[in-house]
């Protein structure tokens, strides 16, 4: 069974950082294209950034520079560091591995991300 599971999110004061995990069982990350996505109330889900199985990375243009986006296939996990938060960063944070040659797709069940004072 392939689980993929968030952590790491919270209540966090403007201007702070956090750092969200995604962990996984029963794949191995490293085949994936891994990409953090968050959705908010009533919008639709976006992407924040995204690392290819070649460890590229690719960012949101409104994260650029407040985000990093990292792997550790040794451990089966990939990262995002977030900082300089806002309140419009406030969603549920999703974790996304994708294997597009062999149409492999699959999510977590989110983290819940508050940039609150």
């Known amino acids: 069974q392939v689980r993929l599971v968030e952590s790491g999110g919270g209540l966090v004061q403007p201007g702070g950082s956090l750092r969200l995990s995604c962990v996984a069982s029963?794949?191995?990350?490293?085949?994936?294209?891994v990409g953090w996505y968050r959705q908010a109330p009533g919008k639709q889900r976006e992407l924040v950034a995204v690392i290819s199985s070649d460890s590229s990375r690719n960012y949101a243009d409104s994260e650029k520079g407040r985000v990093t986006i990292s792997r550790d296939d040794a451990n089966n996990m990939v990262y995002l560091q977030m900082n300089s938060l806002k309140p419009e960063d406030t969603a549920v944070y999703y974790c996304?591995?994708?294997?597009?040659?062999?149409?492999?797709?699959?999510w977590g069940q989110g983290t819940q991300v508050t940039v609150s004072s």
């Open positions: 996304n591995a994708a294997w597009t040659a062999a149409r492999r797709e699959y």
């Open positions: 029963g794949i191995f990350l490293g085949n994936y294209d």
